[in-house]
């Protein structure tokens, strides 16, 4: 009888150990991704700092805009279930958002990029307006973009 308790027991207690385990092994895949985006003139190859990036996720409506800090580098976190997206220039600062903010150097501005390539790999676009290129990092996706020639701020 009590051989048979303690077997009981010590099922019980494997069970509970795998779930327990499963569970953590679960909530370690579920946590939260972030990307790096590193806003790049694409003549000189220096960061472009104080402009907006839009996350537009898996080709939906869904997106999310993020702004350029003083090293040309902006974060995101990734929504859950999301398996790629797409990098658009802007919104514009300032007055007049919906006009052009930049223009976009990358090869394909409308191309989907894969989450998990960035996040093991890196993604650096072929660039349109130049030959610079730059290394990215596991985690991180450069944008090539020139600003707006001077003689025509809003490009419209």
């Known amino acids: 009888m009590r051989n048979r308790i303690t077997r ?10 795998f779930t327990l385990l499963g569970g953590w092994n679960a909530s370690f895949y579920l946590r939260a991704q972030t990307i790096t985006v590193r806003l790049l003139n694409a003549k000189t190859g220096k960061p472009m700092k104080g402009k907006k990036v839009t996350f537009e996720w898996d080709g939906k409506l869904d997106h999310t805009v993020i702004t350029i800090d003083k090293s040309g580098l902006g974060t995101v976190e990734v929504p859950p279930g999301v398996r790629e997206f797409t990098l ?3 919104p514009k600062v300032g007055k007049d958002p919906y006009r052009i ?16 390539l960035v996040l093991d790999k890196g993604y650096v676009p072929r660039n349109d307006c130049s030959r610079k290129s730059t290394a990215v990092h596991p985690g991180e996706v450069a944008f090539w973009a020139l600003p707006n020639p001077w003689w025509k701020p809003d490009m419209q």
Do not use: D, E
Not at 8 to 17: D, E, L, N, P
Not at 101 to 116: D, E, Q, R
């Open 101 to 116: 903010p930049y223009l976009n150097c990358n090869v394909n501005p409308w191309a989907t990029i894969g989450v998990s």
């Open 88 to 90: 658009l220039a802007g």
């Open 8 to 17: 009981k027991i010590t099922v019980i207690a494997i069970v509970f150990g």
